[in-house]
């Protein structure tokens, strides 16, 4: 095992690591834009943002992962229990040169799989029983090297923090609307009712408009990331008809999982190697995790071409 685990042999991508820089850099200053607008607007409630503001950071950034792989019901395996599983976590680490992340297996019928975890050190791969039973060993392979491919670009934490400045922005909205920002303004004269409502509105308004510019940037990022994973395990497995196969497969499969099944993963689709929704429900382009996988498959096809092999 190399001495430098931060380095791995999935293929550097200096556009995924061009956009995500640009999106930090972008985020960073509405946030700063953000947090400041809030400490003028709200002056002696500036300790509070403070307060909140840091504490929404570390809760996002430190346990988001913990949290989002305990909602989607994965609990580790051993190789005992999942042979073939650890099999190919084995090999692909062996192959990457990464460390073995903790593997975790969730009990549903919705083919997908993901990864979580802000760094190699804490890193978790999760595929579900309905994945594995769907397919084959290669396929299998190339649906991990794309979840590895995440954890070793450090995509996972990158997508934590960019998605922080919209979860924040929609926590202060939803506060300010329902609690009157943190108890309303009763017990003031009328001018300063209509002076603190007028605070009041122009917050909410400010934290929509950066919820929305937000939202819109971790989108971009989120499938140029899914792009940039879907070529990396092409690369590193050397069968980007695998992936292909794999992603067709799951694709299809999505339209025999009842409704209810996909609504309850579907608030995961972010962490998932596939968007957990029927064919008829995707939503624009715009607003998806994911690419299209017409841009999945073409791109793929294009890397079989380079490599001259299926």
Not at 6 to 12: D, G, L, Q
Not at 278 to 293: F, I, Y
Request: charged fraction near 20%.
């Amino acid at each position: 095992m190399s001495s430098t685990p931060t380095k791995t042999r999935f293929a550097p991508d200096r556009g995924l690591t061009t956009r995500m820089v640009s999106t930090m850099f972008l985020i960073g200053l509405l946030y700063v834009v953000f947090v400041g607008a809030l400490i003028v607007l709200l002056r002696g409630a500036w300790p509070i943002v403070v307060v909140i503001a840091g504490g929404l950071f570390i809760l996002q950034f430190w346990f988001s992962g913990r949290i989002a792989a305990f909602s989607m019901g994965a609990k580790e395996v051993s190789p005992e229990q999942f042979p073939e599983l650890h099999g190919v976590v084995d090999r692909l680490c062996a192959l990457a040169d990464m460390p073995k992340p903790k593997v975790c297996v969730a009990e549903t019928d919705v083919p997908n799989a993901f990864a979580t975890g802000r760094n190699q050190k804490n890193a978790v791969v999760c595929a579900t029983t309905g994945l594995l039973r769907r397919l084959e060993t290669d396929e299998l392979e190339g649906v991990l090297a794309h979840e590895l491919s995440h954890v070793a670009h450090k995509d996972v934490a990158v997508m934590t923090i960019a998605g922080f400045l919209g979860v924040m922005a929609g926590f202060i909205t939803r506060i300010g609307i329902e609690m009157g920002f943190w108890g309303g303004f009763g017990g003031r004269d009328d001018d300063d009712d209509r002076n603190e409502g007028l605070v009041l509105l122009v917050v909410i308004l400010f934290s929509v408009v950066v919820y929305a510019i937000s939202f819109l940037l971790t989108r971009m990022l989120s499938r140029y990331r899914e792009l940039s994973a879907d070529r990396s395990a092409a690369l590193l497995t050397g069968r980007p008809s695998a992936l292909a196969s794999a992603l067709t497969k799951v694709t299809g499969a999505m339209g025999a999982i009842p409704t209810q099944d996909l609504r309850q993963a579907e608030p995961f689709n972010a962490f998932y190697f596939a968007p957990a929704f029927k064919a008829r429900e995707t939503a624009s382009n715009l607003l998806s995790t994911h690419p299209s996988l017409e841009q999945r498959l073409e791109q793929l096809g294009r890397i079989s071409a380079q490599l001259g092999r299926g």
